[in-house]
């Protein structure tokens, strides 16, 4: 018997097997569906409700787990990163004091750097200007010291003058005062230091003072006085003498009359004429004393012994002119320069005050002459009024 091969090929018009299954699938997946849809399943919680609490128990423990994990997680990442932010931050603080510390430490070796050449250059300034190998001159800080004493006292004298004439003569330019009683205090002065023998024996005071005759003698005014206050007292009391009497005030009452404004007029023109010999004798008492309050404190020396002695060193016979002599004779180019320009210094400070003290022989000699023309204009005004006197007698005679 002879055997066919079998095949899957369809035959005639049928459908495969595989299609044939297929169909068989499909319908009765589709009459299942239906079938649930009309009369779906029962519940069942006995076994459903165990399975869902395990579930949401394991689902609770991993999320709490996970939660707890992250937690810990996060809180040891930001304690790191606490740390780490406070390490920065230190780091940061120790930079910045490091770097202000480098920055002060900087500006302090600027500034001592800065202070040591400061006080270089000023070393060199004062070896140069004051210092002996550059050739300074005889002492350059001794002479410098007497200097600005000169030009203190100067200064001080300029605004003095005014204040003493004012202040200690009683018969100063537009005062007036009580004739009388100024008269008594110059009595009580001049006999308690002034009185001489001659005057003792007369009556006149009861014994001669400490400085008999000192306020009557010019010798006094040109004696320079350091820190001896009678002697003072006798150059204010010679003043006084040589100005006179005060003028008297003017009675209450009388100020606005024709007389007292005549009285005034004559004051001024008497002190117009005065004033300038008594500014000159209270300026050579000034020079001549010692000790006066002025801008620059207490003088030492008087300022007429202070030029004195600046005079002496160059030209005087003393032991400071040998001194100077004998440095001089050291001293290099620059140094003979330099002592040549202080001379220089000295001769026209000295020139100055000549040209001053001429201003006031001038300012004095026209004083004189208005007094010797006022003096001219009353004689001719006398003999003219005497004229019309003799003239209208020998008319009424006739």
Same mark, same amino acid.
């Given at each position: 018997?002879? @055997?066919? &091969?079998?095949?899957?090929?369809?035959?005639?018009?049928?459908?495969?097997?595989?299609?044939?299954?297929?169909?068989?699938?499909?319908?009765?997946?589709?009459?299942?569906?239906?079938?649930? !849809?009309?009369?779906?399943?029962?519940?069942?919680?006995?076994?459903?409700?165990?399975?869902?609490?395990?579930?949401?128990?394991?689902?609770?423990? /991993?999320?709490?787990?996970?939660? @707890? %994990?992250?937690? %810990?997680?996060?809180?040891?990442?930001?304690?790191?990163?606490?740390?780490?932010?406070?390490?920065?931050?230190?780091?940061?603080?120790? !930079?910045?004091?490091?770097?202000?510390?480098?920055?002060?430490?900087?500006?302090?070796?600027?500034?001592?750097?800065?202070?040591?050449?400061?006080? %270089?250059?000023?070393?060199?300034?004062?070896?140069?200007?004051?210092?002996?190998?550059?050739?300074?001159?005889?002492?350059?800080?001794?002479?410098?010291?007497?200097?600005?004493?000169?030009?203190?006292?100067?200064? *001080?004298?300029?605004?003095? /003058?005014? $204040?003493?004439?004012?202040?200690?003569?009683?018969?100063?330019?537009?005062?007036?005062?009580?004739?009388?009683?100024?008269?008594?205090?110059?009595?009580?002065?001049?006999?308690?230091?002034?009185?001489?023998?001659?005057?003792? *024996?007369?009556?006149?005071?009861?014994?001669?003072?400490?400085?008999?005759?000192?306020?009557?003698?010019?010798?006094?005014?040109?004696?320079? /006085?350091?820190?001896?206050?009678?002697?003072? &007292?006798? &150059?204010?009391?010679?003043?006084?003498?040589? !100005?006179?009497?005060? *003028?008297?005030?003017?009675?209450?009452?009388?100020?606005?009359?024709?007389?007292?404004?005549?009285?005034?007029?004559? +004051?001024?023109?008497?002190?117009?004429?005065?004033?300038?010999?008594?500014?000159?004798?209270?300026?050579?008492?000034?020079?001549? /004393?010692?000790?006066?309050?002025?801008?620059?404190?207490?003088?030492?020396?008087?300022?007429?012994?202070?030029?004195?002695?600046?005079?002496?060193?160059? !030209?005087?016979?003393?032991?400071?002119?040998?001194?100077?002599?004998?440095?001089?004779?050291?001293?290099?180019?620059?140094?003979?320069?330099?002592?040549?320009?202080?001379?220089? $210094?000295?001769?026209?400070? @000295?020139?100055?005050?000549?040209?001053?003290?001429?201003?006031?022989?001038?300012?004095?000699?026209?004083?004189?002459?208005?007094?010797?023309?006022?003096?001219?204009?009353? +004689?001719?005004? %006398?003999?003219?009024? $005497?004229?019309?006197?003799?003239?209208?007698?020998?008319?009424?005679?006739?």
């Amino acid at each position: 018997m002879q @055997l066919r &091969k079998r095949t899957n090929k369809p035959t005639g018009g049928g459908m495969s097997r595989f299609q044939r299954r297929v169909v068989v699938g499909f319908t009765g997946l589709s009459v299942a569906v239906s079938a649930y !849809a009309w009369c779906p399943p029962q519940y069942q919680e006995a076994w459903v409700y165990p399975a869902f609490a395990w579930s949401a128990s394991t689902i609770t423990g /991993t999320i709490t787990a996970l939660d @707890l %994990a992250l937690s %810990a997680q996060l809180w040891f990442q930001s304690e790191r990163l606490i740390s780490a932010v406070a390490i920065l931050t230190k780091q940061k603080a120790v !930079a910045a004091n490091q770097i202000s510390d480098g920055l002060r430490n900087t500006n302090q070796n600027i500034a001592v750097s800065l202070n040591a050449l400061a006080q %270089a250059e000023r070393v060199k300034k004062a070896r140069f200007e004051y210092g002996g190998d550059f050739g300074q001159g005889y002492s350059p800080c001794y002479v410098f010291q007497g200097r600005l004493g000169i030009s203190r006292a100067e200064s *001080d004298l300029n605004g003095m /003058t005014a $204040a003493a004439l004012r202040t200690e003569v009683q018969a100063a330019p537009g005062r007036f005062a009580n004739p009388v009683n100024a008269q008594k205090e110059m009595l009580e002065q001049h006999n308690a230091l002034f009185c001489t023998k001659d005057q003792a *024996d007369s009556g006149l005071c009861s014994a001669p003072g400490s400085l008999a005759g000192a306020s009557l003698n010019v010798a006094t005014l040109f004696k320079p /006085t350091a820190g001896e206050e009678d002697l003072t &007292k006798a &150059k204010v009391a010679f003043i006084n003498n040589m !100005a006179g009497l005060p *003028d008297g005030e003017v009675p209450q009452g009388g100020s606005g009359s024709e007389v007292a404004a005549s009285y005034q007029q004559a +004051k001024i023109q008497k002190d117009a004429v005065r004033s300038s010999a008594l500014a000159s004798l209270k300026q050579i008492q000034l020079e001549t /004393t010692s000790g006066q309050d002025g801008e620059h404190s207490h003088g030492d020396l008087p300022l007429s012994k202070q030029y004195e002695n600046e005079i002496k060193r160059y !030209a005087g016979n003393t032991p400071e002119y040998q001194n100077w002599s004998r440095v001089m004779a050291a001293q290099n180019d620059r140094g003979a320069m330099v002592e040549l320009l202080k001379i220089k $210094a000295l001769d026209l400070s @000295l020139q100055e005050r000549q040209y001053r003290q001429w201003e006031r022989m001038e300012a004095q000699l026209a004083s004189a002459v208005a007094a010797k023309l006022k003096s001219q204009s009353r +004689k001719s005004d %006398a003999a003219a009024n $005497a004229a019309l006197r003799q003239t209208a007698t020998s008319k009424l005679g006739s």
